[in-house]
């Protein structure tokens, strides 16, 4: 019985609060993954987070907010990381800053570091969530560690079972692929990890220019070479599969038998909504070898390479 799973509403709501005010864990929605939700300020609550996940505890969380005004008493705001936070949130963009001294969230949360990567969430229900609640609610995405992240109130409880207190399902994530992280504690810009907000789209929006970076793995611990990964194993860039993998496909292909084309219009923000979901249910039919087509790597592909690249190794 799937009886942690609630629809979104004023009583499922008040119970989150009531879960998180006694540092409980909640599944809750989220634009681009579900996170597994815990009070920031509650060690309790964040080494629960961890030990549901089986996160390596050098592995630290993002800090959601419902207000730019709650971010400033968590984290330093240069000039331009402030330009950066009001153009795009709330949405799916999480701004990596120094502390700020005393903040009160839990060092487990930050694993310690003297940065905090913080997000607003564009998604209302998470709106609605951070603003009753009234304080940061740390979430990492809500899967075991290492593994493909949830899109889906379904793929929480496959994942946890009965083990989070509840899961508020608001059907399918709107993006399917994890916030963008911006390194912005100084004013050389770099981007951590890609999402759908790329560095073109900030260029657009605030003309910062970000330089590309060979750093990531060391300032981003989370960054591990293999994650987000099925059980199947997973090969990528390929144009013609073997004859026992399953093929995941994008645009025009030809009709392979063991396959599924994710976006035949070649549409790349569908094919991220879908990919998650699809390898999850690839898993679940046990499929042991999975190919998957070329993704062109131009906006939101880059994004998607980085994460398949990840899951293949
Ligand atoms: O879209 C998202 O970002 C989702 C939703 C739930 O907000 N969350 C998410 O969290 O993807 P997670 O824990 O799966 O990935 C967060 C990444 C990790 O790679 C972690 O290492 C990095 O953010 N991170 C968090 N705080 C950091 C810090 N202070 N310094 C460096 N990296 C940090
Ligand atoms: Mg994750």
Not at 84 to 92: R, Y
């Amino acid at each position: 019985m799937k009886k942690t799973i609630y629809k979104p509403n004023n009583y499922s709501l008040n119970k989150a609060i009531e879960v998180l005010n006694q540092s409980g864990v909640i599944g809750f929605p989220t634009e681009t993954v579900y996170g597994l939700g815990g009070n920031a300020y509650s060690d309790n609550a964040i080494n629960k987070i961890y030990d549901i996940k089986n996160r390596p505890k050098i592995n630290p969380l993002i800090i959601h907010v419902s207000s730019f005004k709650l971010a400033e008493t968590l984290g330093e705001f240069t000039d331009t990381a402030k330009k950066i936070a009001l153009q795009f949130w709330p949405g799916p963009l999480t701004i990596l800053l120094n502390s700020k001294a005393n903040n009160g969230i839990s060092e487990i949360a930050t694993a310690g570091l003297n940065s905090i990567a913080i997000r607003i969430p564009s998604n209302k229900i998470a709106n609605l969530l951070l603003e009753k609640f009234g304080k940061p609610i740390a979430a990492p995405s809500a899967n075991l560690s290492g593994t493909v992240s949830s899109t889906s109130a379904s793929h929480i409880y496959d994942d946890f079972g009965n083990q989070i207190d509840m899961i508020i399902d608001d059907g399918p994530c709107l993006h399917g692929i994890e916030s963008t992280i911006i390194d912005a504690r100084t004013h050389k810009l770099k981007i951590l990890r890609e999402g759908s907000i790329t560095k073109e789209n900030i260029f657009r929006k605030t003309k910062l220019i970000i330089n590309e970076t060979s750093e990531k793995k060391i300032i981003v611990p989370g960054q591990l070479e293999k994650h987000y990964a099925p059980k199947a194993s997973l090969r990528i860039n390929v144009k013609e599969p073997d004859k026992d993998e399953f093929y995941i496909t994008i645009g025009k292909s030809d009709n392979f038998t063991n396959s599924i084309n994710l976006s035949p219009n070649a549409d790349l923000s569908e094919f991220a909504n879908k990919i998650y979901s699809a390898l999850r249910e690839l898993d679940d039919r046990k499929i042991k070898k999975i190919a998957i087509a070329p993704i062109p790597n131009s906006g939101i592909g880059e994004a998607i390479n980085d994460r398949l690249k990840r899951a293949s190794k």
